[in-house]
């Protein structure tokens, strides 16, 4: 549940559903469907059918009204789910579309580039606008009805809706074998596709949106790799009695608690200072942390189930594949922790102890 304002009648409704329609649909029988690179068409349908990706599109711009808190509780269960779709991408993508004043996506979309070091060139041509650039390990490029690029130019970042026939595309994949594509992309769009964002909306704010809900999504897959593992410790008999009663185990889920507990409360600091204005440094912190308790909680899981962990026929290694490709998208925690060292040297030796007080 997330911290701040009392949860809303209609966040609380979408949810409820959500959780309903991902424990129906996303049995290990589709994941499964989904890791052999099959598009889970009649899915994504019902995703649709819902309005859950345009959870974060205002109700007066035709979206469900939830604001960044209660949509990242929205990804958080998702993730706990290892929903293998582009839910959180599409979420962002019709955020930024929405923001810019341009239609909202109907289908599957995402956002471009997702690493800052990839750039986008943006250039008046005759009838319209031309991008061009690569973009490297972009989510579900290939399955992408609409992508939203972002490109600077003359000092404003500025939206650019462009279809998947304006978008060349070499798959790839992450360790949970959700695309990560690299898109080449040189297109002419029309006037009308594209806009400035407003202020607020950055590169690098923008990126920092992404890492917001990707800490979301760690978070919920934390939560539910804790649970499997504690439930598996209790059912496991060892020499006569469940492998939970043992003080080695109970230290380790003990620890596992604690990264779990650290996770949920990241995905919070950053939900609601996405909500704030996307400020930088508690998403900073938030998936730097939440990036640790990722791999720690995975570790540990695959320890107390020992071989049966990796097996094809168990669920786990759904989430924790999930769990290793996610701490490192949209930020890792070196990136990250690169930021926070940069802000605390920038603010100097009187300005460090507010700038913590103030996260």
């Given amino acids: ?34 890791e052999a690179g099959e598009w889970l068409g009649a899915q994504w349908d019902r995703i649709e059918e819902l309005g859950l990706p345009l959870a ?15 949509g990242a509780m929205l990804v958080r269960i998702a993730g706990s789910f290892a929903v293998p779709l582009p839910l959180p991408e ?14 909202l996506a109907a289908g599957p979309a995402t956002v471009a580039p997702v690493r800052l070091d990839d750039r986008l060139t943006l250039a008046r041509t ?5 991008l061009s650039g690569v973009a490297h ?73 992404g890492a917001a809900l990707r800490t979301a999504a760690i978070a919920g897959a934390v939560g539910r790799v804790l649970e499997m593992t504690v439930g598996y410790a209790n059912d496991r008999v060892q020499f ?25 409360g990241s995905a919070d600091v950053a939900a609601e200072a996405m909500h704030d204005g996307t400020v930088l440094l508690p998403i900073a912190a938030a998936k730097a942390r939440a990036g640790e308790a990722a791999g720690a909680v995975a570790t540990i899981a695959h320890q107390v189930h020992g ?34 060292g940069r802000r605390m040297i920038a603010a100097g030796a009187d300005g460090v102890w507010p700038l913590i007080a103030a996260l």
Avoid: Y
């Fill in 1 to 34: 549940m997330p911290r701040g304002p009392k949860v809303s009648e209609t966040s609380q409704i979408v949810w409820d559903t959500a959780a309903r329609l991902f424990t129906e649909q996303f049995t290990p029988q589709e994941l499964h469907r989904a």
């Fill in 56 to 70: 974060l599109v205002p109700e007066e711009d035709g979206g469900v009204g939830l604001d960044a808190i209660e």
């Fill in 90 to 103: 599409t979420m962002l993508a019709n955020r930024l579309l929405a923001a810019a004043g341009l239609p």
């Fill in 126 to 130: 005759d009838g319209g606008w031309r």
């Fill in 137 to 209: 390990r972009v989510p579900w490029g290939r399955s992408a009805a609409v992508l939203v690029g972002l490109a600077e130019h003359e000092g404003r970042v500025l939206a650019v809706r462009l279809t998947g026939d304006q978008v060349r595309t070499e798959p790839g994949v992450n360790l949970a074998c959700e695309p990560r594509d690299t898109l080449r992309i040189e297109g002419v769009a029309a006037e009308s596709a594209v806009a400035p964002l407003p202020d607020g909306f950055g590169l690098a704010e923008c990126f920092a949106m």
């Fill in 240 to 264: 006569g009695r469940p492998i939970g009663k043992f003080q080695a185990i109970q230290q380790s889920l003990a620890i596992m608690a604690g990264h779990a507990a650290a996770a949920a």
């Fill in 307 to 340: 071989a049966i962990g990796f097996t094809h026929e168990h669920s786990l290694h759904f989430l924790t594949k999930r769990l290793w490709s996610w701490r490192d998208e949209f930020g890792n925690e070196a990136h990250w922790n690169r930021v926070i």
